[in-house]
């Protein structure tokens, strides 16, 4: 091969969040010799991956969808793009929203391979959720590749159709527990020795249910006074859910953390860690939790294929704040042997090193063979 097979991503903007993280988990480990990722990014803003993405050779192509909500602009700007690069023969869509549009026009334009990955098995109760919601129901029919994260997922977007599994797999040797990288954390960030830690990683987003979390960390917080939540990512909600904090008098006990490329060491800080998400396709950072042997307490509404070591317990929604509050201090407490986590996840697909090689095969064949 003189040349990399270049696969065109659709993605809102390269942050550090979770499908995003995927994507550069398997840019970072596939053979970029064999297959090179270039970006169609829906935003004129510069995110925190973009100048990795480039020093790995990667083009960034910047749609305005996101910035001006024009979307016959945006449905012009992608023909015109399509009609000037008619080197991409395969796009892989990971923004799901407007999946359905950008693989049409790449369908109406001859772009041979259109492949739509579902991340997501529900969407955001809202009216903007349920316009995108319905909308996302044409995938199916310009899509000619079908790729899922969980069989929830592929539901939730294909119906029956046949899809290929894609695990949303990670860096494990990243993600490896380290006693002395806990005792650093907790001391840069002022936990005691005997304080429980409880983590949660994830945008402020109705979909990741912070609201629910605080309730149920207040109700964790009567029980065990020094318990600490550290809370990881940035988002709309992130202001609201602080003075949530504060009306409640849980200052000195919930950090705020931001967006962060050192997840692994928070995560080394942590006891249990926690995701009452309203809905998930399958959680990147569930995978990450895990391998460094965490505990994990999940909603009922996440995949039970998330569940690699053993170590998720589920609990529905419904479930009154005093019970998700018990079983989190339950769990919290319970010794796990972390190093046999972090083996039990090195063997599967969920490592990276063995999916990326999974995928350059997939998008060679795809390139070379069709469809």
């Not at 790729?147 to 040797?173: H, M, Q, R, W």
């Not at 402020?204 to 917080?221: G, P, T, Y």
């Not at 997840?263 to 249990?272: E, G, I, P, S």
Request: hydrophobic share 35%.
């Amino acid at each position: 091969m003189d040349k990399p097979i270049r696969v065109l991503n659709m993605v809102p903007i390269m942050q550090t969040a979770g499908i995003e993280n995927f994507i550069m988990n398997l840019y970072r480990n596939i053979d970029r010799e064999a297959v090179q990722f270039d970006f169609i990014v829906h935003s004129l803003k510069e995110a925190a991956y973009d100048k990795e993405i480039e020093a790995l050779g990667g083009k960034i192509y910047r749609f305005t969808y996101k910035d001006d909500k024009n979307f016959i602009k945006y449905v012009k700007d992608l023909f015109h793009f399509f009609k000037e690069h008619k080197e991409y023969k395969i796009i892989h869509g990971n923004m799901q929203s407007m999946m359905p549009v950008y693989l049409w026009v790449g369908k109406k334009c001859g772009v041979p391979v259109r492949i739509a990955h579902s991340h997501n098995s529900s969407y955001e109760k809202s009216k903007k959720g349920f316009t995108l919601h319905l909308l996302s129901k044409f995938t199916k029919y310009v899509a000619n590749v079908r790729f899922a994260c969980s069989k929830e997922a592929a539901e939730y977007l294909f119906g029956k159709k046949t899809y290929e599994f894609i695990p949303n797999a990670i860096d494990v040797e990243k993600f490896h527990f380290q006693e002395e990288i806990r005792k650093q954390v907790r001391k840069e960030l002022e936990i005691p020795d005997d304080s429980i830690v409880i983590g949660h990683v994830g945008r402020f987003d109705l979909q990741k249910n912070h609201i629910r979390l605080i309730d149920i960390f207040a109700e964790v917080s009567k029980r065990e006074p020094k318990a600490i939540l550290l809370l990881l990512g940035g988002g709309r909600l992130e202001e609201e859910i602080k003075q949530k904090v504060e009306r409640l008098h849980l200052q000195e006990k919930v950090k705020f953390l931001g967006i962060r490329k050192d997840t692994n060491r928070m995560y080394c800080a942590m006891d249990l860690f926690i995701l009452p998400s309203l809905y998930e396709g399958l959680p990147v950072v569930g995978i990450e939790a895990q391998t460094e042997g965490l505990k994990c307490l999940f909603s009922d509404s996440i995949s039970k294929e998330t569940n690699i070591t053993g170590q998720i317990e589920y609990l529905p929604l419904q479930a009154s704040d005093e019970t998700w509050a018990e079983k989190m201090l339950q769990m919290a407490k319970e010794k796990i042997d972390r190093e046999n986590s972090y083996q039990k996840v090195k063997s599967t697909r969920f490592n990276i090193k063995e999916n990326a090689k999974y995928m350059k095969d997939l998008y060679i064949r795809y390139q070379e063979k069709g469809v």
